[in-house]
């Protein structure tokens, strides 16, 4: 049997590698993939305590649902967005989006 | 479909009505009528189904349609709501279901759909009549169509969505919101030609008004809430051990208990909205709205409302109440109640505009349920407000339908009269049959004319409890107001429709369209056969040969079925006595008043008929003792005397001796130390801000990291001092 | 160690990895193709779980809909996906510390967690986990309201993307 424990560890090193992409790559896209890591890690945390702790109720795996779908909709306008920046400026690295100091 | 979820379904289709004729539809006036209407049908067959449910059903008051869901969560606990229809909501739903429908049928006329468009009309006026050229050159005027009709509709659906929200509400915060929503309804529709100052005055006075008695209804509920953490009727007013803790429980305050506190916080909301005694002031300038919308606000949903909250608060305002012994919310109402229904009667004696009479009328057949709750008829009161709500909607609209004859006949002549003034009118029984047949029938509804109608029923039921619980102050006054009651409702039925007309425009009155008189025919179908539900069993001859279904049924919906107070002849020989009296009298007194003269009471009555007619002062008063004084102590005495006076001379006098102060620490201070400091901390601010710079670059990942080691320091530090610290 | 935790550390071995390649590959196009891989990894927790559904889902739409999503826009900025530069910012360093510290924090604040080895309730042979999971969300004594507003913020999002990608010249 597989303790909980390391399902938690891996959620917890899924999401340190996810938090890592979305700091420091240069690319808008890949900094969408650092964030995908991360709501998946999060995802495997929900599902195992449902599987763990409450698996009468069914609220693990209903919130897993929702974070699909907020997932699918924060990439289609991030990647909305990124498009629609490389458009205007020719560049989608992060760095050079700097707008926010004006 | 399963009865409960029909239930949750029954208050949408005016909501969505409202929405789609606001947003969608609002430029076509067919389109936006046919919505309302047709939303207005689907929750009236919702509600049918739901009636012939609960009616069927064996034991409904122990096994009502209930549901609920958690709303949102308190601590612990959700808050829930939900949707109850017990047999006093049944009823309920029934009488709102009808006139609702009827009142929305009736709108399509009222606001002269398919005549052409006026020549003048604005928006915020009534429709002031559109020129018409037949083949012949003769130009004639016609009854113009409203100009804001789409608004109109989607405001009543928005009153219709509040009405039923109320009644199938299970617990008082969503009967609350209904409430207010009508609040608001109430507000927009007496406004609703918004360009008349006396309209506008109006809808402020009617909304500020009712919501004196709301604020402390909310207090109510709030307390309620407090003492036992729920506002589900059934979790208190159908469970014995809560009312007995709320009855035992002292509130604090002039010895009252905490249910007794309640209950008058709460009927003091219903003393706004069902405009009792005190707070009646704002029901007769209501009538400045539209006529179906006096119909559905004044007569039938809103101030109903009001009534049948206290209904429903019956366990509570009833908690200790032990035969004989009435607990001090049940002597408020029975004294505010039995007040106004004698007040106001004498008022509408005296009143010329037809609708002002009807509106006299209502405040005071509410007072008459009120005082039927405060001496223990629960069933009669309910009875009276489901009697009431069909009768005196007829009247309303049949006084729609005969404003609307002559204004048709004003508009024919070219006369300058008031269409409203009763005195304008006379003989219109042949002018307009329809109308006169259906407004009989409710005027001798609502004045109690014997066996047929259903008045008789339920105020004699009210003057039977009366009697019977020996409360014979409360049944002296009910009965003098019935008299006047019979009295009143001749007067206006004599002199609108019988002997010869005054005018020409009288003259030239004509019947009205089929959507305002079928509304009219199925509303005194209802006048009439509503009271043969509730015969008591032993009245004479035909007592028994009809079950008094009514009592049994609505009386389920108390934890102890009330029971019928035993028949005497008594209250009986005195409704027959005073109903026929007072249409006696109405009649020889207001048959023969010829053109141009006064009103034959004027001389006999003298400096009372002043009094009366100018509705005992209580404007003046209220103008005098309120809204005076608030204008006075805001420019007077807040203005003049404590801000130009006291406030601005301590100013002057702040300011003068602070700038000798000041002139003081300038010179010796100010310039040497404080000038030198600051010069120091602003040139430093700007090197360091030069040195800062770097920090803010604009990139998101750079702050992100610099957001992270900050949490991250910060919790090593917390978890440090948080160790160290036992 | 039985069967089940053995392929639990080479499934978890390799999600860790593609993971790790996921967030440092030069080439975007790799990087995407090794987050197609993390994402199966995490598709096979999720049969590990007994979260069949949820396994599905993940593969339909994270690795089907998302995933080839970021393919496509990274080929349609091109121009910049070429670059054979570091893909890497100046800040890296930083980055990696942060990163091993929150899951150094993340470990040890859920080892001193009494339930932290917990091993998994027998599930009982009626249970039905899908038909639960189908039920709630439409039940409106569960999360009905939820999955609506999630429809609404697809909804809103759908129309958003298009608004905001729009070639307007």
């Not at chain 2, 919101?177 to 030609?193: A, Q």
């Not at chain 2, 203005?639 to 300038?666: C, E, N, P």
Request: proline content about 4%; charged content about 10%.
């Amino acid at each position: 049997m597989i303790p909980l424990s390391w399902y938690l560890v891996f959620s917890a090193a899924l999401f340190a590698i996810g938090l890592f992409g979305v700091l420091a790559r240069k690319n808008a896209v890949a900094i969408l993939i650092g964030i995908e890591l991360m709501l998946n890690s999060v995802n495997i945390n929900l599902v195992a305590f449902w599987r763990y702790i409450a698996p009468d109720g069914i609220s693990g795996q209903a919130f897993a649902v929702i974070v699909f779908a907020v997932a699918a909709a924060e990439v289609a306008v991030g990647l909305a967005l990124i498009i629609s920046i490389y458009r205007r400026r020719g560049t989608i690295a992060a760095e050079e989006i700097d707008m926010l100091k004006f | 479909m399963s009865t409960e979820l029909l239930i949750w379904l029954l208050p949408l289709p005016p909501l969505l009505a409202f929405f789609f004729v606001i947003l969608f539809t609002n430029r076509s006036k067919a389109l936006s009528h046919t919505l309302a209407v047709g939303a207005a049908l689907l929750s009236w067959l919702g509600s049918m189904i739901v009636f012939i449910r609960a009616i069927q059903q064996p034991h409904f008051g122990e096994h009502p349609f209930e549901m609920s869901i958690p709303w949102f969560p308190t601590g612990e606990t959700a808050f829930q709501i939900g949707i109850l229809i017990d047999p006093l909501s049944a009823v309920t739903l029934f009488f709102v279901a009808w006139t609702v429908l009827m009142i929305f049928i009736y709108s399509v006329g009222y606001n002269n759909f398919g005549q052409p468009k006026g020549d003048h009309d604005l928006p915020g006026l009534p429709p002031h009549g559109a020129t018409l050229t037949d083949e012949h050159g003769h130009s004639h005027k016609v009854p113009s169509i409203e100009p804001m009709y789409a608004r109109f509709f989607a405001f009543i659906g928005l009153f219709a969505f509040g009405m039923y929200t109320l009644v199938i509400s299970n617990n008082l915060l969503t009967l609350f919101v209904g409430w207010e929503i009508m609040g608001l309804c109430s507000y927009l529709l007496i406004g609703f030609w918004y360009a008349k100052p006396s309209a506008r005055a109006a809808m402020i006075k009617a909304f500020i008004t009712t919501r004196v008695g709301d604020v402390f209804m909310l207090i109510g509920i709030a307390y309620l809430y407090s003492q036992t953490g729920t506002l589900s009727y059934r979790e208190i007013f159908y469970n014995e051990e809560v009312l007995h803790t709320l009855a035992t429980t002292s509130s604090g305050l002039l010895g009252l208990s905490a249910a007794a506190m309640i209950g008058i916080l709460l009927f003091i909301g219903t003393i706004g909205k069902s405009a009792q005694w005190p707070l009646h002031v704002w029901l007769p300038d209501a009538m400045e709205g539209p006529t179906p919308v006096s119909a559905m606000i004044h007569a039938a949903a809103m101030v109903s409302a009001g009534v049948y909250m206290v209904i429903r608060a019956y366990p509570l305002l009833s908690a200790g109440y032990e035969h004989g012994h009435l607990t001090q919310p049940m002597m408020l109402m029975a004294f505010i109640g039995a007040f106004t229904a004698l007040f106001s009667a004498t008022i509408a004696v005296a009143q010329n505009d037809i609708k002002r009479v009807l509106a006299y009328s209502t405040i005071s057949q509410l007072g008459y349920m009120i005082a039927a709750l405060g001496i223990g008829g629960f069933v009669a009161a309910a009875f009276h407000l489901i009697t009431h709500a069909f009768f005196k909607a007829l009247l309303f609209l049949g006084s729609g339908s005969v404003i609307h004859g002559m204004e048709h006949g004003v508009l024919h002549t070219g006369e300058h009269i008031d269409p409203q003034d009763m005195y304008n009118m006379g003989g219109l029984r042949k002018k307009m049959p329809v109308t006169f047949w259906t407004f009989l029938i409710g005027g001798l509804a609502l004045s109690g004319f014997p066996l047929v109608t259903a008045g008789f029923w339920s105020k004699d039921e009210i003057l039977a409890d009366a009697w019977g619980h020996g409360h014979i102050a409360v049944f002296i006054v009910l009965a003098l107001a019935a008299l006047l009651t019979a009295f009143y409702t001749m007067r206006q039925i004599t002199l609108t429709f019988l002997g010869k007309p005054r005018t020409e425009a009288a003259k030239h009155a004509q019947e009205t369209k089929w959507t305002m008189t079928l509304p009219l025919v199925i509303l005194a179908v209802f006048a009439v056969s509503a009271g043969w539900v509730g015969i008591p069993k032993e009245f004479p001859l035909i007592g028994g040969s009809i079950p008094n279904w009514f009592h049994d049924f609505v009386g389920g919906t108390l934890l102890e079925h009330p029971e019928a107070v035993t028949f005497s002849y008594i209250p009986l020989l005195t409704s027959l006595v005073v109903a026929l009296g007072g249409l006696y009298l109405g009649w020889v007194v207001y048959r023969k008043v010829s053109a141009g003269a006064k009103d034959p009471l004027q001389a006999p009555l003298g400096s009372v008929y002043t009094l009366l007619k100018n509705k005992y002062y209580f404007d003046e008063l209220y103008d005098k003792v309120f809204v005076q004084p608030a204008y006075w102590l805001s420019e007077t005495f807040a203005y003049l005397f404590i801000d130009r006076k006291i406030i601005d001379g301590i100013l002057h006098w702040v300011a003068y001796v602070s700038s000798i102060i000041g002139t003081f620490l300038r010179n010796y201070i100010d310039k040497p130390i404080i000038n030198g400091s600051g010069d120091f901390v602003g040139e430093g601010t700007k090197r360091l801000g030069r040195g800062m710079r770097f920090i803010q670059s604009g990139k998101v990942q750079q702050y992100m990291i610099v957001a992270l080691v900050s949490l991250a320091a910060f919790s090593v530090l917390f978890y440090y001092l948080l160790s160290t610290t036992p | 160690m039985s069967g089940l935790q053995i392929i639990f550390i080479l499934v978890a071995a390799l999600t860790l990895g593609a993971g790790l390649l996921a967030v440092t590959v030069r080439n975007l196009v790799h990087a995407a193709l090794w987050l197609i891989l993390a994402l199966f990894g995490v598709a096979i927790f999720f049969v590990l779980l007994n979260a069949g559904f949820l396994a599905v889902a993940q593969v339909v739409v994270y690795i089907g809909a998302i995933a080839i999503l970021m393919i496509f826009a990274i080929m349609l900025t091109q121009q910049v996906a070429s670059y054979k530069g570091t893909q890497l910012n100046a800040n890296w360093i930083w980055s990696a510390f942060i990163a091993v510290v929150v899951f150094a924090g993340l470990a040890w604040i859920l080892s001193s967690w009494s339930g932290f080895s917990t091993l998994p309730p027998e599930m009982s042979a009626r249970a039905d986990p899908l038909r639960q999971l189908g039920s709630a969300l439409v039940s409106p004594t569960a999360y009905v309201i939820p999955f609506e507003v999630a429809s609404v913020l697809l909804l809103a999002a759908l129309i958003g993307a298009i608004i905001i990608a729009w070639d307007r010249k």
